[in-house]
C-alpha cells in the first residue's frame, strides 16, 4: 500500500485508539444518506414492481382491445396464435353491475372470463382466501375481499347481479329480473382499489348480462417467458384485424407508470442533497485537520513526500469516508428494508392509523424492489461526493509549503 | 549569481578587516564533503526593507562528521537548516548533496532526492500521532518506496538501538518526550541518510534528558556513519560535536575544529 493510501487509513482508523470523532460522524453522514436513498428507491421500485405484478397478474402481459365487442374473434384467435411470443390467451367481458345481498347494494366491477382458459392466463387461485375456483361455474361469482366484507358477503350466499341491458328493456317495456348467483369464493390481491369492489364471473354470465351474444370486450394474453412485451405487442397489432389493438400492461398504465416514474426520480434526487451535505462536512472536517496536521505536512516534505501525494493522502480520505458510509448505509437500508413492515406499522399506528394508510396508498405492506442499478448508481454517486470532498482539503494540503508549515505554530 | 559571489568575497574582506575570524576552516580542505555549501545568502522582505538573513554562508561536512551550529535567535540557523535540507532556495551561492548542485534543481527533484539524502530531527518531535512508535520510524522508509521485511527489520533494530524496545506499539501519546526524540533519531536514520540535520533536537526536552538524547544522537550518527548538523543553543552540547560552528549575523564567523 503506499503511504498516502497508509496514512489516510491510519489517521481515519487509528489503530490502538478510539475511533476519531470526525471519522465517525462522517461516516455515519454518509451513511444516513446511502441508507435513505436505497430505502426510497427500494420502496418507490416496490412500489412499481407490485403494480407491475398486479397488473400482469390480473390481465397478462398485453391485452387485446377491441374498439367496441369483438364480433370476429377467429380473425382475433388467428392472430393470437400466430405469434410465437404469445404462450396463452383467454377471452373476457367486462363492465360494472348492480349487486345486492341481503338488501344491501353495491356497485361493483364486473370481469368475466372464459373458465377454461383464464387458469392459462391469470393465476386467480393464488389470490383466493375463502371458497374454490372450481367452484365457479355460470351461477356464481367470487367477490373481492372488501366488497364480500362490506355486503357481509360469505362463500355459499346468494346475491343479486343487476345489469345495465335491465334498463335498456326497460324502456322496450320488457322486464329482466335480477340474475341471483352463488357466491363461490373470495379474491384479495393486495391492491385497495381491486380488493374494494370487484366481482369475477364466466363469461356466458357476463354476455348474458350485458346481451353480448358471443362477443367479448378483449383478450388477456400471457406471454412466453423472456419473451418482450413490447415487441410481442408490435407482433399482435400487425397480425390483428383492425377492429382490434394489442397493448402492454405498461402502455394500459402508461400515465400511472410515468407519474411513479417521476416521483421514484424526484425521491432520488432530492435524496442526493443528504449526500452532498454530507460532502461538505467532510470537506470542512478535512479542511480542519489540514489546518491541525499543517506540521504533519511539512515534516511529510521533510521526509521526501511529493505535494501530490500529500494531496493524495486527503483524497483518499475522502473515498475512505465514502467506502465506509457506503458499506454502513447499505447493511442499515437493507436491514431497515427488511422490517420495513413493522415500522410502517409503528409509524401509522402512531400517526394516521393501518386502516387510513392502507385506504391512502393502496398496499396493506410496504413493498420494496431493490434494482441492482439503483445500488450501483448510489454507490457510484456516494463514492465520487466523498472523493471529490476531499479535493479542496487536498489541493490546500498540497500547496503547503514544508518550510513554512514545519514553521507554523 | 556573479554578482552574488563578489559581493561574498568583498564581505569577506570587510569581515577580515574588522577583525573577525571567518576562516576558510568552515570548508574543510577534504574535497570528500557530504554536504557543502558555498556563499549562501537569503533575504526575506520586512516591511519596506529587506531583511538579509544569510548573507554569504560557507560550510562543508565530511561524511561521518559531527558539526554543531549556535547562533543568537534570529540568525539563520533554522533558515540555513533549512535550505541545506532543499526544503528552501537560497537567493545565492551554491549548495551541492554529495556531489550533485543542489541548488540547480527544483524543489520537486529535492523532494524527490531528499527522503534518502537525509534525515531530519525538529525540536517538537513532529511524530504522526496515529502511528506507533515502529510505524513512525518506517513512515519514512514507506515515503521513499515500498517497505519490506528488511525495512520492518532495521525499523525495530533502530528503536532498540535508541533504547526504545518495550515501546515499539506505543503511540506517541504514550511516550515521554525524550522517547519521543529517540524515535524521531531512530526515524531520522531509517534510510541510512549521510547527513542528520537536527534543529534544536533538545528545546523541548529537560537537561538531564536533553543530554542524553544529544549523547545518543552523536553515537548513532557515529555508527550509522551519518554526518550530523546539530543546530543548538547549548554550549555544552555543541562542544561534544567535533566542529562548532557559530552564526551570526548571517555569516559563519567561528569555528573551532576538533578531531574527528
Not at chain 1, 23 to 38: D, P, Y
Not at chain 1, 363 to 380: E, G, K, M, Y
Not at chain 2, 63 to 76: F, L, M, N, W
Request: glycine share 8%; charged share 20%.
Amino acid at each position: 500500500m503506499s503511504w498516502p493510501l497508509y496514512l489516510a487509513f491510519k489517521q481515519l482508523f487509528p489503530s490502538g485508539r478510539r475511533l476519531p470523532f470526525f471519522t465517525l460522524i462522517s461516516v455515519a453522514g454518509v451513511a444516513l444518506g446511502v441508507a435513505l436513498m436505497l430505502m426510497a428507491t427500494s420502496v418507490m421500485g416496490g412500489f412499481g414492481y407490485q403494480i407491475k405484478k398486479m397488473i400482469i397478474d390480473t390481465q397478462g402481459e398485453v391485452q387485446v382491445r377491441g374498439r367496441g365487442p369483438i364480433e370476429n374473434r377467429a380473425a382475433v384467435e388467428e392472430a393470437l396464435a400466430s405469434v410465437p411470443a404469445v404462450a396463452a390467451w383467454a377471452p373476457f367481458a367486462s363492465g360494472v353491475v348492480m349487486l345486492q345481498f341481503e338488501n344491501r347494494p353495491a356497485f361493483p366491477a364486473v370481469l368475466g372470463y372464459d373458465l377454461g382458459r383464464i387458469r392459462q392466463v391469470i393465476p386467480l387461485e393464488r389470490y383466493l382466501v375463502a371458497g374454490s375456483f372450481d367452484d365457479l361455474d355460470d351461477d356464481s361469482v367470487i367477490l373481492s375481499s372488501l366488497l364480500a366484507s362490506s355486503l357481509g358477503a360469505r362463500p355459499g350466499d346468494k346475491v343479486s347481479l343487476y345489469s345495465p341491458l335491465m334498463l335498456e328493456r326497460l324502456k322496450q317495456n320488457e322486464i329482466l329480473l335480477p340474475r341471483d348467483v352463488r357466491v363461490a369464493g373470495i379474491f384479495q390481491i393486495g391492491h385497495q382499489q381491486l380488493d374494494s369492489s370487484t366481482v369475477i364471473c364466466s363469461l356466458r354470465l357476463m354476455q348474458d348480462l350485458y346481451g353480448l351474444g358471443k362477443t367479448v370486450h378483449g383478450y388477456n394474453v400471457r406471454l412466453r417467458p423472456g419473451a418482450d412485451e413490447f415487441a410481442a405487442a408490435a407482433a399482435l397489432n400487425r397480425a390483428l384485424p383492425a377492429a382490434a389493438v394489442a397493448r402492454t400492461w405498461f402502455e394500459s398504465n402508461a400515465d400511472f407508470q410515468a407519474v411513479l416514474s417521476f416521483e421514484r426520480n424526484m425521491i432520488f434526487f432530492l435524496l442526493t442533497f443528504i449526500v452532498i451535505v454530507a460532502a461538505f462536512s467532510i470537506t470542512s472536517s478535512l479542511l480542519v485537520t489540514v489546518v491541525r496536521k499543517t506540521r504533519e505536512i511539512g515534516l511529510l516534505g521533510a521526509m521526501g513526500g511529493r505535494a501530490r501525494e500529500v494531496a493524495l493522502c486527503f483524497c483518499a480520505q475522502g473515498f475512505v469516508i465514502g467506502v465506509a458510509g457506503t458499506i454502513g448505509g447499505l447493511a442499515a437500508g437493507f436491514t431497515l428494508l427488511h422490517y420495513r413492515d413493522h415500522l410502517v406499522h409503528l409509524i401509522a399506528s402512531l400517526t394516521m392509523g393501518q386502516e387510513v394508510f392502507v385506504k391512502f396508498y393502496q398496499f396493506n405492506h410496504l413493498p420494496a424492489h431493490t434494482a441492482p442499478r439503483d445500488v450501483v448508481t448510489i454507490i457510484v454517486f456516494t463514492l465520487l461526493a466523498a472523493t471529490l470532498a476531499g479535493l479542496i482539503p487536498a489541493w490546500r494540503a498540497a500547496k503547503l509549503k514544508p518550510v513554512e508549515a514545519l514553521r507554523s505554530e | 549569481m556573479a554578482n552574488d559571489e563578489a559581493n561574498h568575497s568583498a564581505s569577506k574582506s570587510a569581515d577580515r578587516s574588522s577583525g573577525i575570524r571567518h576562516s576558510e576552516s568552515v570548508i574543510p580542505s577534504s574535497a570528500a564533503a557530504v554536504l557543502r555549501a558555498t556563499g549562501l545568502r537569503k533575504r526575506y522582505p520586512s516591511g519596506d526593507q529587506t531583511l538579509e538573513v544569510l548573507r554569504g554562508v560557507d560550510l562543508a561536512v565530511q561524511a561521518g562528521e559531527s558539526v554543531s551550529i549556535r547562533g543568537e535567535s534570529g540568525s539563520g540557523k533554522s533558515t540555513l537548516l533549512n535550505i541545506l535540507a532543499g526544503l528552501d532556495r537560497p537567493d545565492g551561492g551554491e549548495l551541492f548533496w554529495r556531489t550533485e548542485a543542489a541548488h540547480q534543481l527544483s524543489l520537486g527533484a529535492l523532494t524527490a532526492r531528499r527522503g534518502r539524502f537525509l534525515g531530519m530531527v525538529f525540536q517538537a518531535y513532529y511524530l504522526i500521532p496515529e502511528l506507533d512508535a515502529l510505524a513512525n520510524v518506517l513512515m519514512a522508509a514507506r515515503v521513499v518506496g515500498p517497505v519490506g521485511a528488511a525495512a520492518r527489520a532495521r525499523a525495530a533494530a533502530l528503536l532498540r538501538r535508541v533504547g526504545l524496545a518495550a515501546r515499539m506499539a506505543h503511540l506517541p501519546a504514550q511516550l515521554s518526550g525524550g522517547e519521543r526524540q529517540r524515535v524521531a533519531v531512530a526515524r531520522a536514520l531509517m534510510n541510512f541518510p549521510a547527513v542528520i540535520l537536527a534543529d534544536e533536537p533538545t528545546g523541548n526536552l529537560d537537561e538531564r534528558t536533553g543530554d542524553e538524547v544529544i549523547a545518543l544522537l552523536l553515537e548513532v550518527c557515529a555508527e550509522e556513519h551519518a554526518a550530523l548538523v546539530l543546530v543548538t543553543h547549548n554550549p555544552a552540547h555543541a562542544k561534544k560535536t567535533a566542529r562548532q560552528l557559530t552564526l551570526q549575523l548571517g555569516r559563519m564567523v567561528e569555528s573551532v575544529r576538533f578531531g574527528v
